[in-house]
């Protein structure tokens, strides 16, 4: 293990939030959740804590509740949390580090930093790295338990190179986007998965849970947090279980996937606190807004695969269209669904497959619009819809794509299950496949046991239907489920 050098916690929080306004100052265990968050992180930690808040007059409850309970604090700009983070650190040298949690989780507390900043000295020794978190596949910890340690000469790089928006709100992104994370995973061996159990505070559930997390517990600064975690599974809508997910192309993918047709809050945190990963956006403008309302906040939003589909595009296009109108009509296809979806970047755009594979004269102008828009940075991965055997294998092969939706409206069709097809699907390893259903139960429990199917999408119009789907992964099913 190398030598520690200084170290600087920061906990960043406000009082605005669209799906949880003040979250920040709601009481929890007798205490400003926000003020409960920095008192944990201060008990029992070696290192100084400061918590980092907007300069806006309303923000200023916040600054007077941390204040009077004498927690350090220091403000900065709304948007720029990072420009918060280098004034919280700007007397450490380059060779320091810095913590970052957020006030929303309250769960961490100084042993678990302690302990964070021993791995991350440990590796460093190793393998030496500017970047560690709590977040990633193998990581058994709940939703909440989250933290990140950063060099300071990572953060500052980050402050001095980061343009876009996100990068700046979300202060480790662009060091995430440009480097590779190191996990941190707890020393016990031991420790159970609480990887399906949720913790955060980000609506208004997630607060009730608080609620009952805290009930009787009479030193809610200074109970540590494994002990906490041992709670949590025995709260009344703890989850029992997980979806099982796999890492494909880079790209976390859930056995099941969820196509809300009314997406909720509620029912995409219950979703996401089972493991799905895989969330397909719906067509509407109406309903991928409400979408956007539903999603978790970006700490989880990483972990999740958002699926767009883009408006059938060919089709809509006079003849003798040109190439330029051709990609102004793509760009406003994208920029449209970045807007609805509150999304700078859509992580898969789904096409249909008359817009690149099929007759129209417009096919190959929308493949360049669309490598256009990948390489500016508004979409990710590429992806097209599929209904047979032969254009599943035609798409399987165009490398430009790694993401494919066989789209099954009947039961699942024999040709998924042919040698032939298990061959092109081990040939083509970067495609991801995904069956979307709207058949019966049989048929999509069939594509769920489907080796060649990376995920099965099913829609659902209420949390009820949710649970439904879910119960077919539940380790210890009812007998109706």
């Known amino acids: ?282 067509p509407g403008a109406a309903q991928q807004q409400a979408l956007a309302k539903a999603l978790p906040p970006s700490a989880t939003r990483q972990e999740l695969t958002l699926v767009i589909p883009l408006p059938v595009i060919a089709a809509a296009l006079p003849h003798n269209a040109t190439a330029a109108t051709v990609s102004l009509v793509v760009q406003q296809a994208v920029l449209q669904r970045c807007w609805q979806l509150s999304q700078p970047l859509l992580p898969v755009v789904l096409m249909a497959w008359e817009d690149l594979f099929g007759n129209s004269p417009h096919c190959q102008a929308i493949r360049q619009a669309l490598a256009a828009e990948q390489h500016e940075g508004r979409i990710g991965q590429l992806g097209v819809a599929a209904s047979t055997q032969q254009h599943a294998t035609l798409a399987l092969k165009d490398n430009t794509l790694s993401w494919l939706r066989l789209a099954i409206d009947s039961d699942a069709p024999n040709w998924i299950t042919t040698p032939a097809w298990q061959a092109a699907c081990h040939q083509h390893p970067q495609v991801i496949i995904e069956a979307h259903t709207t058949a019966n139960a049989r048929a999509a429990k069939a594509l769920y046991n489907t080796p060649t199917v990376d995920t099965v999408t099913l829609p659902a119009d209420t949390e009820k239907d949710l649970v439904a789907v879910l119960a077919w992964v539940n380790p210890t099913p009812t007998a109706d489920a």
Not at 169 to 181: D, I, K, S
């Open 1 to 282: 293990m190398v030598a520690i050098p200084p170290v600087q916690v920061v906990i960043q929080a406000r009082l605005g939030s669209s799906r949880l306004p003040g979250k920040a100052l709601l009481p929890v265990a007798g205490l400003p959740a926000a003020v409960l968050c920095a008192k944990r992180a201060i008990e029992g930690c070696h290192y100084p804590v400061t918590v980092a808040i907007p300069d806006t007059p309303d923000d200023d409850p916040l600054a007077d509740a941390l204040h009077h309970h004498q927690v350090p604090t220091i403000r900065g700009p709304y948007e720029d949390v990072l420009a918060r983070f280098i004034a919280a650190t700007s007397h450490l040298p380059n060779t320091a580090w810095v913590v970052r949690l957020t006030a929303d989780n309250v769960l961490p507390d100084g042993h678990f930093i302690n302990g964070l900043i021993e791995a991350f000295a440990h590796h460093q020794a190793d393998t030496p790295t500017e970047y560690m978190t709590t977040l990633g596949e193998e990581s058994p910890l709940p939703h909440g338990a989250t933290a990140e340690v950063i060099t300071i000469a990572a953060l500052r790089h980050a402050h001095q190179h980061a343009t876009q928006a996100p990068h700046r709100e979300h202060v480790t992104a662009y060091t995430l986007q440009h480097g590779q994370p190191t996990l941190f995973l707890p020393k016990d061996d031991a420790f159970p998965n609480y990887k399906h159990l949720r913790v955060t505070l980000d609506i208004w559930p997630d607060y009730l849970r608080l609620q009952q997390l805290f009930a009787g517990i009479d030193a809610p600064i200074t109970t540590p947090w494994t002990t906490l975690c041992r709670k949590l599974p025995t709260l009344p809508d703890a989850p029992a279980f997980a979806v099982p997910s796999a890492t494909k192309a880079g790209i976390r993918v859930s056995r099941l996937g969820l196509c809300p047709n009314n997406p909720t809050a509620p029912m995409v945190a219950m979703a996401v606190s089972h493991g799905v990963s895989v969330i397909h956006a719906p």
